[in-house]
């Protein structure tokens, strides 16, 4: 996934206005990691250097962290935030059949968005509706019974909304 | 302040420095432990290889060496059944994500496992466990070291060189079986910056990191 330079200049300016507020101990890094992420929904590369910056740490101690907890995403969100539940109940039904199916549809791994940001992909633990296992959640919107099939229907039915969408502009 | 202590490992009385831990003053003695991660540059150990157990006469469960301080009239056996099976089994782990190819490995004879395996009999092959070949990508791109991660025992070694010699350039990302040693971002070593020190290879214990063109300076068998 490559940034635009235009997602790099607002990451380095809105990390810029959050690291005042922090008094630059290391301990502050996640609360600043934290607060990057609510503002861009995302820690980028060049937040990350601006921080490691501020802190006096080498950019790779903030990648360690970062990296390590699974609260923070690497990747900006995608328009279409897709969660696929791999809770036992998902697991026992075949959930990380339909984790691969994502994947291999929408050629990205986990936590990562597709090159045109219309989607990204996360693992979920258990939903709360096992009885509709295996489910994937897009968006807040639960689909059950989710099989192969169903996950290239949806994407098909979401490539219609887009080229409306697109015809709209 | 810093006085001396006796105590007792393995039958032999010896003396050390206070505040020594436990692991350097039996391997300054010449009695051997198995470790891996262990620094003595370090204040803090970070005790993570667990190979380095001992039983402490009065302790009801074996202890780590390497952050276990030296106590007067302390009585050590670096053996027992249950340290030996602790070991063993913390051992055949590491063994079960390290691609095994001492044939053709530059740390072939000077590598930490051999070593650890031949002082203690464990068999340099995992029989009980299923194997872990991540079959991550090699990275040739420096002109003095060669990095194989699926060599890799995440022992730290690299990244605390780094860190004193080579401007911190490589360091832990992931977690779990994720967890590997990498640079910022993944970039590959040329891209990251990386001096060229070469500290790194130096202090890899296994074939990890190895030096381009040269035999590794037998840097596991060491220390």
Redesign the interface.
Known sequence: MELTDQEITTSREETKKILPQYPGRRGDLIPILQKVQEKLGYVPAPAMEEVAAYLGITPMDVYSVVTFYNQFRLSPPGKRQINVCMGTACHMRGGNIILDSWKRRLKIDVGQVTPDREFSLERVACVGCCTMAPVTVIDGEVHPKVTPTRVDGLLFSFGMKIEKEGGKH | MSGEVTLTIDGREITVREGEKLLWAALDNGIYIPHLCADRKEEKPDAACRLCFVEIEGRPQPVTACSEPVAAGMVVNTRSERVDRLAGTAFELLLSSHRLDCGKCAANRSCALQKIARERKFKLKVTRLRTLDRNLPVDDSSPVVTYDPNKCVLCGHCVRAC?RQG?????????GF?RRVT???GASLAAAGCSGCGACAAACPVGALTAKNVRLPNAGAKR
């Open positions: 860190r401007g911190g350039v490589l360091g832990f990302a992931g977690r994720e640079t910022f971002g």
